[in-house]
């Protein structure tokens, strides 16, 4: 384990951030935080939850896939894509670390593998810092994701975790991409022993034991209630002040659907990729329509996703982190933890 006082933490990123593109959360002009690259006199915000996720990444809102050029009957396909060079995300939190597994199981994991998001996870370095003040709409707990980082699960650690404490950060590697940091900023680190991160774990751990949501109740989301919550009445209410703006879907780190769009260009077509939102009305539209006529359908869609399909898949890892953001954001305040309360209490499950 290795130490650097928080006074010096500037010279950390100048260290890093010279040699390749090193990313930080950064107070924007409202006072919130967005990751921004390292220049000289950034400063590392203080508040952790970034407006969207570190997700960005190693899956952009658009992405340009590949383009065709006419040339009287000639077709020229050219491919966009470039070897991204190495890059450093500092200040990830617990939640959206395990949310790069969740998508992680659908890009990778699965055939085909996503060869654009492939490129990018692999040469990424993901340092995962512990999460000294969870906000109160915080629920991470709920899944067994430790914001102390004192386990892994799920991968919750990153290549590196940090810990700060009493104005002191603590590091430690994960991974070999993580030893590869360590090694690049050994020259104004010092060694140190544990003492001090067993302490912050504990604190943050006794901090996220109190929080409003910090035990939801999934017992009825093992699989063998899935039809019983798919047909219940509860749909109906949960999704009655929806207005089906997909916000919700754009801050989530673990939502990844996706369009396709064609652009002329005047001599071709240029082919991108946008995020999509399984919350619009076009979502999935094929030939005929789209199979969700109404926001109620969408809504459980969603929900039924986060909750039961995707861990039914996926060996019981859930498709929400408890990051927070939904509820935050949402400008009717419909979320999640509404839909866990409601299925728990609905008297047809």
């Known amino acids: 384990m290795f130490k650097i006082s928080a006074e010096k933490i500037d010279e950390l990123f100048a260290l890093i951030g010279e040699k390749q593109p090193l990313y930080l959360p950064v107070n924007n002009n409202t006072g919130k935080a967005d990751f921004k690259r390292w220049e000289k006199g950034t400063k590392l915000s203080s508040n952790l939850k970034t407006v969207r996720s570190a997700k960005d990444f190693f899956f952009p809102k658009t992405e340009h896939m590949v383009s065709y050029e006419l040339k009287g009957k000639e ?47 692999e ?11 969870p906000a109160r709409t915080c629920f991470c707990s709920t899944y067994g994701i430790d914001a102390s980082l004192n386990n892994d699960k799920n991968g919750s650690k990153g290549d590196v975790s940090a810990w700060l ?11 070999e991409k993580g030893k590869a940091f360590v090694e690049k900023a050994k020259s104004v680190l010092a060694d140190s022993d544990s003492k001090a991160v067993d302490a912050c774990k504990k604190e943050i751990a006794d901090k996220t034991e109190k929080l409003p949501f910090a035990h939801l109740d999934l017992s009825k989301f093992q699989g063998k209630d899935m039809l019983k919550i798919f047909n219940s009445k509860i749909w109906s209410k949960v999704s009655e002040p929806c207005v089906g ?23 071709g077509i240029r082919q991108v990729r946008c995020w999509d939102s399984c919350m619009y009305n076009d979502f999935t539209q094929m030939a005929a329509e789209n199979p969700r006529h109404t926001q109620k359908e969408r809504s ?36 999640i933890v509404k839909v866990i309360k409601e299925v728990q209490e609905a008297d047809d499950i």
Request: a neutral charge; charged letters at 20%; glycine letters at 8%.
């Open 123 to 133: 040469h990424g370095t993901v340092i995962t810092l512990a999460c000294n003040e």
């Open 245 to 267: 703006c997909g916000t919700c879907t754009y801050v989530c780190p673990t939502c990844m659907c996706f369009d396709v769009r064609d652009f002329n260009t005047g001599n």
């Open 300 to 335: 459980r869609q969603r929900f039924m996703h986060k909750l039961m399909y995707y861990p039914m898949a996926h060996e019981g890892l859930f498709s929400c982190v408890g990051c927070g953001r939904c509820l935050e954001s949402c400008p009717v305040n419909m979320n």
């Open 165 to 175: 404490k009493d104005g002191t950060y603590y590091f430690e590697a994960n991974t």
């Open 75 to 121: 077709v020229k396909v050219t491919d966009p894509r470039k070897e991204v060079e190495d890059f450093v995300i500092f200040g990830v939190r617990a939640c959206d670390t395990v949310g790069f597994s969740v998508i992680d199981n659908v890009y990778l994991n699965m055939n085909p593998v996503d060869s654009y998001y492939k490129n990018r996870r």
